[in-house]
């Protein structure tokens, strides 16, 4: 089953404590991306990844980091998680080519707490 | 900057009637896709429409079709014979035609739609 995973799903922690949330795909796509939702906001960029060992800054980059490694896996990382970072997470991926927009494939969410 | 903006925060709907949700959008660029997803309480986005801005023909998903107003950049969903299950917080989203910026969505605020019994 073609699909995004993400893990953990729900977190809980304190400022400071570095964490990661994982990010998956079976699909080989290519392009992969952090968004994080906010009442009132929508979805934000936080960082993309347009293929291995290419990554930039999305919208709202401050405070994370990410890599790009292997081609399903794209990690979003947290070196010092602060309470405004509370937010709920998704990871998606597409393809990089295609005529018709082809559809970003979102992970489940991950919810964020920062104590 | 490209922007969207529903201004809508919340839509109710009597179940089996029509409801519109309304997006506006601003963009300098000719060739982009405009889209509406779904996001039930599990959270999950689920595509629910895409619209090429070249085509002119709305386009449309059974119960689902969109009015695409390329000169007054407006996007509007239209569901049909509204269900239970529809019932969920419905975005909004532009992308630019190129894919440079790993193909990023930018998301309008959301509209809340609860459907009445």
């Known amino acids: 089953e073609a699909q995004v995973t993400q893990n953990p799903r729900y977190l809980i922690t304190v400022t400071g404590k570095k964490l990661t949330v994982t990010c998956s795909q079976n699909?080989?796509?290519?392009?992969m991306s952090w968004y994080r939702q906010d009442p009132g906001l929508g979805l934000r960029q936080i960082y993309y990844s347009m293929n291995v060992e290419v990554t930039d800054k999305g919208d709202v980059p401050e405070g994370y980091k990410v890599s790009r490694k292997e081609k399903r896996n794209f990690p979003l990382i947290l070196e010092s998680p602060s309470p405004n970072q509370t937010s709920l997470y998704f990871c998606?991926?597409?393809?990089?080519?295609?005529?018709?927009?082809?559809?970003?494939?979102f992970g489940p969410g991950t919810r964020l707490t920062v104590t | 900057a490209q922007t969207v903006t529903q201004s809508q925060p919340e839509m109710s709907v009597q179940e089996a009637e029509t409801v519109t949700l309304s997006c506006t959008y601003d963009?300098?660029?000719?060739?982009?896709?405009l889209f509406w997803y779904k996001q039930p309480p599990s959270r999950q986005m689920i595509l629910v429409i895409r619209q090429e801005a070249y085509k002119q023909q709305n386009a449309t998903e059974n119960r689902f079709s969109v009015n695409f107003q390329k000169a007054a950049k407006s996007f509007s969903l239209k569901i049909s014979d509204s269900q239970l299950g529809d019932a969920a917080m419905y975005f909004c989203?532009?992308?630019?035609?190129?894919?440079?910026?790993?193909?990023?969505?930018?998301f309008g605020q959301g509209t809340e739609l609860s459907v009445k019994p």
């Open positions: 699909m080989n796509h290519e392009y």
């Open positions: 998606a991926s597409s393809l990089r080519l295609g005529g018709s927009g082809y559809e970003q494939y």
């Open positions: 963009t300098s660029e000719s060739d982009y896709y």
């Open positions: 989203a532009y992308r630019r035609g190129d894919y440079n910026q790993g193909g990023k969505l930018i």
